[in-house]
């Protein structure tokens, strides 16, 4: 398996604009789980879905974000308007708690947002 | 409230044994991961702990107690490549709630 793809993997932007981020989870995988990524706050999870639903986007900042999944093999991240302050790594991950390796979560290689 | 607590730093030598510490205050708690993070690169899992004991994968081990709300990632016979930063995480219903990382530097 080709693992979780995610594009772009640097977005550089300038204050304003939106930003989309996407994510392909791995094959069979029913949750997928956004994560932001700051040297200050390290890993938070943004939002996560099971079986194409949210279920928990308590931790999505404010209304600028939005999250969405169309289908099982495919998620974004919409950041509008985008603001400086939202520069960090942005990472997708995925699992399948019905495989032998449980509840592990599997993740992306990341998207680096910078935000001028 | 939910809480994690792990150190921000650590330094070791190649060939040594390196204890990283992590404590957790949560209800509903499902287990203990940890995850290896290289500078740059995406977390990867190294184990899981559900029950209380110590669990031994080659150079690496991880042992929880849940009375305690303790945790430590046990690494021997450190090598350069294991410089990374370590996460622990606590699993609570569905998702995982991640400590802010152990930096670790193994020096020759």
């Known amino acids: 398996d080709a693992g979780v793809i995610q594009s772009p993997r640097h977005e550089v932007t300038e204050m304003g604009q939106e930003v989309t981020l996407r994510c392909k989870p791995i094959s069979g995988h029913d949750y997928l789980f956004w994560y932001r990524q700051t040297m200050m706050r390290g890993l938070e999870l943004l939002i996560y879905f099971n079986n194409n639903v949210p279920i928990d986007d308590s931790g999505m900042p404010e209304d600028r974000f939005s999250a969405k999944m169309p289908n099982a093999s495919f998620s974004t991240l919409k950041i509008q308007p985008s603001e400086p302050r939202d520069s960090a790594v942005y990472f997708c991950a995925s699992s399948s708690p019905r495989t032998v390796s449980t509840d592990t979560q599997y993740f992306g290689p990341g998207t680096r947002l910078t935000v001028l | 409230g939910q809480n994690i607590d792990q150190p921000t730093e650590m330094t070791a030598t190649e060939g040594a044994i390196v204890q990283i510490n992590c404590t957790y205050q949560t209800s509903g708690f499902n287990g203990l991961f940890w995850y290896q993070q290289h500078a740059g690169e995406a977390p990867t899992f190294l184990s899981y702990?559900?029950?209380?004991g110590l669990e031994e994968k080659g150079r690496f081990s991880s042992f929880l107690s849940r009375s305690k709300g303790y945790s430590y990632l046990l690494l021997k016979e450190l090598q350069m490549k294991d410089s990374a930063s370590y996460l622990c995480?606590?699993?609570?219903?569905?998702?995982?709630?991640f400590g802010t990382g152990t930096r670790l530097q193994v020096f020759p």
């Open positions: 995480a606590m699993y609570n219903t569905d998702k995982l709630i």
């Open positions: 702990n559900v029950l209380d």
